[in-house]
């Protein structure tokens, strides 16, 4: 299979190691063959290894090594958090977040739902099996 | 991007002044070690090469650490003795070197590309190392620089000199997010591809 996702400059990428956990930065520049430059709105740009960074499908226009306000600027352009959040990766992350922030009552009230959400998909799936017997 | 195991050191001295010299020369040598008290010793090493003064007929002045810093630029031209210039914008360094083998002593010229001269070194003392089997007290900084991208020399280099770069990651190693959650057995296979 060809590759998808490459490294090049304005590659938006998800930090999967280390203090950074879990943001989304851009590189924006390649320092050598194990490292990039990278840099995000709420952040100092600095460099970081590859292994911390996961790919993301995301890319933005940038030039080489972009002022803070135009990286800002072109990533409010290319809508990278809004693509980012209705992406089914970005989903997942937020919702692992959800479950993971739950407190008891927060359980308890999903058991309650799944619960119903059974139990009107055993009543639908008994009205089709009588429709199929009759 | 703060921590490095090499500091780079400017280490002022002169010899003592005596009744035949009353003004000794004052000399001025910057180096890379890993502390100050390493500094100072690697300063008479250099020095009692150069010069009839030894650090028991000797005295240094002043030793300060040369920076890196993540100063604005205004500030950053005030104190450009001493910090390091732009940390976030990638350079090309060379460091000319003269290191001791097995047989002898050899020069070398060597390119990094980094963020910062004190990364540079670091990355120079791990791949003299690595390819030479060099340790650090065999190895003798002669210059460093930074070199503009025209005139380097390095192929592993001047491959990254191209503003639209591109290259996919071939291989993803997949590890947990802390060591943590390591463990020896996991449940399903992993998915090597980026």
């Known amino acids: 299979m060809p590759f998808k996702r490459y490294v090049e400059i304005g590659r938006v990428a998800l930090v999967n190691y280390g203090k950074d956990y879990g943001r989304l930065v851009v590189i924006v520049d390649v320092i050598d063959q194990n490292r990039a430059l990278v840099d995000a709105p709420d952040m100092v740009r600095g460099q970081m290894n590859f292994k911390r960074l996961s790919l993301t499908d995301i890319k933005i226009d940038i030039p080489r090594l972009p002022k803070k306000k135009s990286l800002i600027a072109a990533m409010e352009a290319a809508d990278v958090k809004n693509k980012w959040e209705n992406s089914s990766w970005g989903r997942k992350l937020i919702v692992q977040k959800r479950r993971a922030s739950l407190n008891d009552f927060d359980r308890f009230k999903v058991m309650l739902a799944r619960i119903k959400r059974g139990g009107a998909i055993q009543q639908e799936l008994a009205k089709l099996k009588k429709q199929n017997a009759s | 991007m703060g921590n490095f195991r090499f500091h780079q050191y400017q280490v002022v001295g002169r010899a003592l002044p005596t009744p035949s010299d009353e003004h000794p020369k004052i000399y001025r040598m910057k180096l890379w070690a890993t502390n100050e008290v390493r500094a100072k010793s690697k300063f008479w ?38 910090f390091e210039r732009k940390p976030t914008k990638i350079k090309n360094y060379g460091i000319w070197l003269r290191y001791q083998s097995r047989t002898g002593y050899h020069n070398m010229y060597k390119e990094y590309r980094d963020t910062t001269l004190n990364g540079a070194v670091e990355h120079m003392y791990n791949e003299m190392a690595s390819r030479h089997r060099v340790r650090y007290h065999c190895i003798q900084i002669i210059k460093t620089a930074t070199i503009p991208a025209k005139l380097c020399k390095r192929e592993s280099t001047k491959q990254f000199h191209d503003s639209k770069i591109k290259f996919p990651l071939v291989f993803k190693k997949v590890r947990p997010p802390t060591r943590k959650l390591k463990t020896t057995y996991k449940a399903s296979r992993p998915n090597l591809f980026m």
């Open chain 2, 45 to 82: 090493y250099f020095l009692s090469k150069l010069k009839k003064v030894k650090k028991s007929n000797g005295q240094v002045l002043a030793i300060n650490e040369w920076l890196s810093s993540h100063l604005p630029r205004f500030l950053v031209a005030l104190v450009s003795l001493i």
